[in-house]
């Protein structure tokens, strides 16, 4: 069965530019979360999909934002990229009863230049 | 705002050793907590600890819920360098709202270094 996976596993940006990060849930589950690991920081939440709905937000601003599509894939975006959105955003999903580990993905590394 | 904190945030051991991390949290309406691993990119699943299940092991790894002190520890005896990782700690409780919303909550991780 596959895991959760990631795309673009890297990619470099110039401040100002816009990126959209992508991730597909494990086969039945209908929560993905994104978090923000940045050098030093820990796991930050950002954003948690279900059933095609946000249900909640970490303390990011607005140009942090997603959607989740019928299939439960899910897409990041970030609008006007600042130096430092530079981090590690990792995906991760679980089953549809909302319960238990979650699965993460192997994330995608931005470096904002 | 839900709080998680890990103790100590690097470690430096040698194969053989015993190793506690410590992870302490403030949060309201408290539903689990997990340890993970996280070696290269992606955590992985350690426990999950619950008001009904406070104690786990697996192997050399161990952890234990306190309630009452709001913390857990994960042990791991007899050490070896494949345990070298970040340990990250994760609370999920119910958001105020109540309903489905819940929100899951990282501590900043211990770097765990096991040298041969």
């Known amino acids: 069965e596959a895991g959760v996976t990631q795309s673009p596993t890297h990619l470099i940006k110039t401040r100002g530019q816009q990126v959209t990060l992508r991730c597909s849930p494990i086969?039945?589950?209908?929560?993905v979360y994104w978090y923000q690991q940045a050098l030093g920081l820990g796991l930050q939440f950002l954003l948690w999909?279900?059933?095609?709905?946000?249900?909640n937000r970490g303390n990011f601003p607005p140009r942090f934002s997603g959607r989740q599509f019928p299939n439960y894939s899910s897409e990041l975006n970030v609008n006007a990229l600042e130096l430092e959105d530079s981090a590690l955003y990792l995906c991760?999903?679980?089953?549809?009863?909302?319960?238990?580990?979650?699965?993460f993905g192997e994330g995608s590394r931005l470096t904002v230049l | 705002e839900d709080k998680v904190v890990q103790s100590p945030l690097s470690l430096v051991v040698h194969e053989g050793d015993t190793v506690t991390l410590n992870c302490s949290y403030e949060?309201?309406?408290?539903?689990?907590l997990l340890w993970y691993k996280q070696e290269k990119k992606a955590p992985t699943f350690l426990f999950m600890l619950?008001?009904?299940?406070i104690e786990k092991k697996s192997g050399r790894l161990s952890s234990i819920l306190d309630k009452k002190e709001l913390s857990s520890i994960l042990n791991i005896t007899a050490t070896q360098t494949g345990d070298s990782a970040i340990y990250l700690c994760?609370?999920?409780?119910?958001?105020?709202?109540?309903?489905?919303?819940?929100?899951?909550?990282f501590g900043k991780g211990t770097l765990l270094t096991v040298n041969p």
């Open positions: 991760a999903s679980r089953d549809r009863a909302n319960t238990g580990e979650l699965f």
């Open positions: 086969s039945g589950h209908t929560s």
């Open positions: 999909y279900d059933e095609g709905e946000e249900r």
């Open positions: 949060v309201t309406n408290f539903r689990s």
């Open positions: 619950t008001s009904s299940g």
């Open positions: 994760a609370v999920e409780a119910r958001g105020n709202s109540g309903g489905s919303n819940y929100k899951l909550t």
